[in-house]
């Protein structure tokens, strides 16, 4: 009679050499179809409604100004009716050019000689805070001005 004598088998060790490889395929991946909102709005706005819309080509040259009510109020509670955000604060006109002269001086400078400012306004807002925004935007030297709206037939 023969006696099985059990054999120690040791389990192969696992060949991470294609680990790095594949962890940043899947990092790559993540960083391009990810998009970071980089500003919390702190106003509420309804973009009005137009037929004649292009899309924004350069967003890296883009600054965005947010002009409506702050959030969570009804406009009629005794605060300001409208406020404009810049990036994450509130701020008056009298902002706007000091706020567009940092984020120029911030940018490269091809996207600097670029700079699009970017109004995102509501619907309701009275067109004399447009106006007193786009009289700042020029005389802060801002050479193109877009004003953002949804297409008709989408309500």
Not at 24 to 40: A, P
Not at 47 to 76: C, D
């Amino acid at each position: 009679m023969s006696r099985f004598r059990p054999t120690r088998r040791e389990v192969p060790g696992l060949n991470t050499a294609s680990l790095p490889d594949l962890i940043f395929t899947v990092l790559f991946f993540f960083m391009i179809v990810t998009h970071i909102r980089e500003t919390q709005l702190k106003v509420e706005y309804r973009t009005p409604h137009g037929t004649e819309l292009t899309k924004l080509t350069r967003k890296s040259a883009t600054v965005y100004i947010y002009i409506g009510r702050p959030m969570g109020e009804a406009g009629s509670s005794g605060g300001p009716a409208t406020c404009i955000q810049l990036n994450d604060k509130l701020a008056t006109v009298a902002d706007v050019a000091e706020f567009v002269a940092r984020e120029r001086a911030a940018m490269s400078p091809s996207d600097a000689r670029d700079m699009t400012v970017s109004i995102k306004a509501d619907r309701d807002v009275p067109m004399g805070i447009i106006q007193d925004v786009t009289r700042a935007l020029r005389a802060a030297h801002v050479q193109r001005v877009l004003f953002s709206a949804e297409e008709s037939g989408k309500h």
